[in-house]
Every structure is written in structure tokens, then in C-alpha cells.
């Protein structure tokens, strides 16, 4: 018996265990104990199944027991059984539980009854709708005189129109108002960087590792570590074993990886890892080489990579620590279409890291779905991550998104007229912006569209977007904000709603951490942010050149604002803010300044006090965002 017949007995024997088969089981097991005698997982499933099995010859019904059967003393199991008594040879003894002779065919005859009376009233009401069925088929047409003779003969039937395959053309050049579904060919490509996106989700998936064996039956090799960690998750449709080893006795160091999916790690070349640090977490990790193997994913074979990277509670993973794995994609599917004038780069990414592409954005943290890449060949963006989502908007085109990952291929068909209901957005969508769809759980893309576009009924919010505007001989101003808590705008055929947007912003100042033992000696840090009309903040606002180059970027955490600035004259001037107390009393005000070569706005205030209820207004003017002030409670950032 090789290994791949053992692993699949197993499965076999675990499933007939799950099902209280216990006895069927057990025969199965004891052929792979007698194969695999050091195998533990298949002697604690037979352990188990001996433990639980017990055989009632009357009616072969299983009982669970809490006392072993094992012989003691002994590592053997009982014999096969069946569950089944044989066919008896003689006329067994009527019991005092079985039924009288008379009252079975007494039953007998009751069946027979209700079975005729059945079969009556089913002939009664057949007959009924045959009668009415035939009351409303239409007269025979009388022949029509058309110059020809008619044959009196019926008529050869014709044979049935064949289903027509949708439409699809290559992904060339396009007039808006697409009539054809748009098929673009997709390449698959590994050692690429993940999208960077402005949702700030994870772009991996984490598993934690356990010094207990795995559940299933494998075949490892020779381990040298005295606690070795492992680890069974699931890529496509299979599960796959990877267990850390330390090959110097101290700290972890090697990863065996079935990479072949057969159960067996001994015919898998070992991966030997290698320390980097990671200075900006200020951690360090152990890096694997990247894994290149074949998944199957409903039923399809595809291509799939990945970078596994161990890491432990101080950096490094060590024996004894809790360690996790981190599986990091390392491949994705890139193509390119043309709309009208415009050519747009796709690539599709596996965020979630579990072998499956283009899952629809989910609000689930731990597994937020995956992300898409959308820009112009021919602009000055760079590739954004984007929620994954089955509706497009680009230009005056409402597409429905179908991915095709075995055929390797994304197919944009047009959404009929019908289906679609007009929305008025608070201004034209100078880039991008991404909407969430709570009725169908989804999400829409809109690239590049007009202040009118059409989607599909839903309950959309904003989720995050991005605006730009021309600035004179200098390059384009733009802007970036994600929502928090944005309102939901019901979008029906029967009324025509309008989402609102970005600007004006209004500046809210407050206070950011770390908070001081004491406010009234110890300054207060002050920050700022810009909230738009869909409660979205703005996470970053800046300057790209003629050449698509950062001449000037500011990004926003907590009330923070901290970037980069190339070109001194385009800096916005600091904004101001005027703090009041709960009397209307002006307390203190003053301006932001730019700290570190202006790579910081930032504020301090003293004497405040922290049993005092305070209003703050903020007053921050742009080149290009139009902005607000009113007085706001004075709260803290979080």
C-alpha cells in the first residue's frame, strides 16, 4: 500500500468514524496500522473507534459506550464484524415485541384501502385538468390563400434555435455605449508586490502554528527541533501541511511545505529561511523563498504562489514561543482594455491569501475579500487596490464584472438599460470612487465618470475615493478621504436620489494622543482633520507634477499630519483654530505650524483642564479644497 492510497483510506475510515460506522472503521484502520505501524494519528482513530463501538446482533444498531473493547493487555482490535445478523437458516422464535399475526394483517389491509382511494382521487382530478387543458387549446387556424398550393401533409418540425453564447469581442478600442460583452486575456505573473490601497487591510493571511500533530495522516521527515510547530490550512479546494524545523536545535530556522498536495513532505526539497528586519515595525522576521505550485479551485487547476514568512511574539520565532505564518501572495493576473480614447491596466490580486481570486469585498476585518487594481496606462496615477465588486462604472459605461481565472480572462458585459437606475453625484468622479452595497453585499468602482451615472437598485455608501483638479502649469492637486460612517443612499427605479460628497470639508480640530498626566501643566497636543459631506476623512492631499512625481503630500492618522514637501511656495498655509469654553469665553487660540522642515503640522495648548467642556473652530484655506468652519465640542482623536 503506498502513501497515497493510505491517505485516502484514512479519510475514508475518519468519515465511516463521523457517521458511526465504527466497525467498517475499524477493518480499514487495521489495515493501515498493519502498513504504518508508527503512524499515531491511525492508531488514536482506531483507539477511538474501538472505544465507542459496540454490536447489538438484534436489530444491528451501534451503541456508544464509554468502556474500551480492547482486550487488555493486548494492541490488537477485535475482529472484523458486521453490523448485520446472517440470514437466518430456521424460523426464528416469535417474540413478545413483535407484532400479533393479526393486527399485521390488519394493517395490511388498512394500506390496501387508503393506497385504492389514493389512486382513485389522483385518476378523478388527472381527468379534470386533462378536460380543461383541452377546453383551451386554440381553434385549428383556417389555411390562408398566398398563391401556393398548401399541402394537407404536416408540416417537417423545425429543429430547435440553438442557445447563442453571449457576445464578446477583443479588448480594443470601444466607443462608449457598449452593445458586446468585452473580453479582456488575462497573464498570470509572480514575484510582484501587492496593490498598495488606501483601505488599510491586511494583505495576507495569518495562521497560527501548534506544536500538536496535525488531525490527518502525513508523511514528515526526520525532525531535529525538540518542539517543531506546524501548521494545516487550506488553499483552494485542499488543505496543505507546514511544519517549522530547527535545524541548529535552537530557533527556528527550515519550513517543510507539501507543496505537491500528496500528504507526503519527504518528497518536498526543504526551504531554508533567512532573518530580515523590518525597521519601520522595529520587529524582525524569518523569510522563506517563495512557494510555486498547481491548486485546484472548483475542480480547476490554476497556478499559485506565495512567500511564507514566520514571526513570533519578539521578532524572530524561537522553540517555545507562540509562533504564526504568514502566507503573503506572490502572484496576480494582469491585462489591458481600451474604452473610447483611454487604456486601462487591470491586475487582480488574492488579498485574502487563500488560493481564490476576485472574492467580493467583505466588511469583515479578518477576511475583507480581494482587491483589484484599475488605472490609466496613460496618466499619472499610480496602481490602487481597490475592493473587488461586480459592477465597473468608467466614463458613461456601467459594466457587470465577471472573473474567469481558469480561462484566464475578465469578461465586462454591459448591464442593460432596464436594470439600471440613475443617481446624481455631488460633482463628476475625477478618479476614482468606491461605493459599498449593503443589499447585495458588494461593491460598485466608479473610474473617470461624469455627475450622472447609473447603477444597478442597492443601498450604497461611500467607502473611499479620490478627486483631482488641474493646477495651472504646475501639475494636478488631488485628494484622498475614506468614510467612517457614511449614510446609506437608497437607489430604486422609481426615484432618482443624489449622493452627496467630498466638499465643503469642514476642519475639525482636537486633541491627539498620548494624553498628558496633567492637562493643566503639561501642554496638550493639538491636531486637525477635514471632514467631507459623506462623513468621509481625508487621508491625504498633495501636488503631482507634470511628470506624475509627489512635489507635495500630506497624510493624516489621528488628527496628525505629516509628509513631504518639494516645492515650498505650493505650501498651504497652517491652518488657525479658536478654542471657546461651554460660556462662549475665547480660551486660547492660535495657528498650527510645520515642524522638521515642514514635514509636520502640529500645536500645543496649556491650561486646559480636563473637567471643562470646550468648543473648538478651525479655519484651514487650500489652493483647491473647499472648506468650512463652525464650532465643533473639543474631543480627542482616536
Not at 483638479?469 to 443624489?498: F, H, I, N
Request: hydrophobic share 40%; aromatic share 8%.
Amino acid at each position: 500500500m503506498d502513501k497515497a492510497e493510505a491517505r485516502r483510506k484514512f479519510r475514508l475510515a475518519r468519515n465511516l468514524y463521523e457517521e458511526n460506522r465504527y466497525a467498517e472503521a475499524l477493518v480499514i484502520l487495521h489495515q493501515l496500522r498493519e502498513a504504518f505501524p508508527k503512524q499515531q494519528n491511525i492508531l488514536k482513530l482506531e483507539l477511538r473507534c474501538v472505544a465507542a463501538v459496540e454490536l447489538v446482533p438484534q436489530n444491528g444498531e451501534v451503541d456508544i459506550q464509554a468502556e474500551p473493547l480492547l482486550p487488555a493487555g493486548t494492541g490488537a482490535p477485535p475482529l472484523p464484524v458486521r453490523l448485520e445478523d446472517p440470514a437466518p437458516t430456521t424460523q426464528p422464535t416469535p417474540s413478545t415485541s413483535q407484532a400479533p399475526p393479526h393486527r399485521a394483517g390488519r394493517s395490511l389491509l388498512v394500506y390496501a384501502i387508503v393506497a385504492l382511494l389514493t389512486l382513485l382521487a389522483l385518476a378523478t382530478v388527472w381527468g379534470v385538468l386533462n378536460h380543461l387543458a383541452a377546453s383551451r387549446q386554440p381553434a385549428p387556424a383556417e389555411p390562408v390563400e398566398t398563391g401556393e398550393a398548401v399541402s394537407e401533409e404536416s408540416p417537417e418540425p423545425k429543429p430547435a434555435p440553438a442557445v447563442a453564447s453571449p457576445d464578446t469581442q477583443p479588448a480594443g478600442p470601444l466607443a462608449h455605449g457598449l452593445k458586446q460583452v468585452l473580453e479582456v486575456p488575462l497573464a498570470y505573473e509572480t514575484d510582484v508586490e501587492p496593490l498598495p490601497s488606501m483601505l488599510d487591510l491586511p494583505v495576507s493571511r495569518m495562521v497560527p502554528m501548534s506544536v500538536e500533530p496535525p488531525e490527518d495522516t502525513w508523511w514528515v521527515p526526520s525532525l531535529i527541533a525538540a518542539e517543531p510547530v506546524n501548521a494545516v490550512f487550506e488553499l483552494g479546494d485542499h488543505v496543505y501541511l507546514a511544519i517549522l524545523d530547527a535545524t541548529n536545535g535552537e530557533n527556528y530556522d527550515r519550513l517543510y511545505f507539501d507543496a505537491n498536495g500528496n500528504g507526503d513532505l519527504e518528497d518536498d526539497a526543504p526551504l531554508d529561511g533567512v532573518i530580515r528586519e523590518i525597521r519601520a515595525a522595529r520587529t524582525r522576521r524569518l523569510v522563506f523563498p517563495s512557494v510555486d505550485l498547481t491548486l485546484e479551485v472548483d475542480g480547476n487547476e490554476v497556478p499559485y504562489s506565495f512567500v511564507p514568512v514566520a514571526t513570533g511574539p519578539y521578532g524572530a520565532p524561537r522553540q517555545g514561543d507562540p509562533t504564526d505564518l504568514h502566507i503573503i501572495p506572490n502572484c496576480t493576473y494582469t491585462g489591458e482594455f481600451t474604452i473610447g480614447a483611454r487604456t486601462f491596466a487591470i491586475a487582480f490580486d488574492d488579498t485574502n491569501a487563500n488560493g481564490r481570486f476576485g472574492e467580493h469585498y467583505s466588511l469583515e476585518w479578518d477576511d475583507p475579500g480581494d482587491f483589484v487594481g484599475l488605472w490609466d496606462v496613460d496618466g499619472t496615477a499610480s496602481p490602487e487596490g481597490q475592493p473587488f465588486g461586480s459592477t465597473l462604472v468608467i466614463d458613461e459605461d456601467t459594466l457587470d464584472v465577471q472573473l474567469d481565472i481558469p480561462g484566464e480572462r475578465v469578461l465586462l458585459s454591459p448591464i442593460p438599460g432596464a436594470e439600471l437606475c440613475p443617481v446624481d453625484l455631488a460633482q463628476p468622479v475625477s478618479s476614482f470612487l468606491w461605493l459599498y452595497d449593503a443589499a447585495n453585499d458588494d461593491c460598485a468602482v466608479l473610474r473617470n465618470t461624469p455627475a450622472a451615472v447609473r447603477l444597478p437598485e442597492g443601498d450604497y455608501a461611500v467607502m473611499a475615493y479620490e478627486l483631482q483638479q488641474d493646477a495651472d502649469e504646475v501639475g494636478t492637486w488631488y485628494v484622498r478621504a475614506l468614510a467612517v460612517d457614511s449614510p446609506y443612499v437608497t437607489v430604486r427605479r422609481e426615484r432618482r436620489p443624489s449622493l452627496a460628497f467630498a466638499g465643503p470639508f469642514l476642519a475639525v480640530a482636537g486633541i491627539t494622543p498620548p494624553l498628558p498626566l496633567d492637562p493643566s501643566v503639561d501642554p496638550v497636543h493639538l491636531g486637525f482633520i477635514l471632514v467631507g459631506a459623506a462623513n468621509e476623512h481625508v487621508a491625504a492631499f498633495g501636488l503631482r507634477d507634470e511628470k506624475g512625481d509627489i512635489a507635495l503630500e500630506y497624510t493624516c492618522a489621528a488628527g496628525r499630519w505629516q509628509g513631504v514637501c518639494n516645492q515650498p511656495a505650493l505650501l498651504p498655509q497652517p491652518p488657525t483654530y479658536t478654542i471657546e469654553d461651554a460660556g462662549g469665553n475665547v480660551v486660547v487660540s492660535g495657528a498650527f505650524r510645520y515642524e522638521e522642515g515642514n514635514t509636520i503640522l502640529t500645536a500645543e495648548w496649556r491650561g486646559s483642564s480636563p473637567n471643562e467642556e470646550y468648543y473648538v473652530t478651525c479655519d484651514f484655506i487650500t489652493p483647491f479644497l473647499d472648506t468650512e468652519q463652525r464650532a465643533v465640542p473639543l474631543e480627542v482623536f482616536e
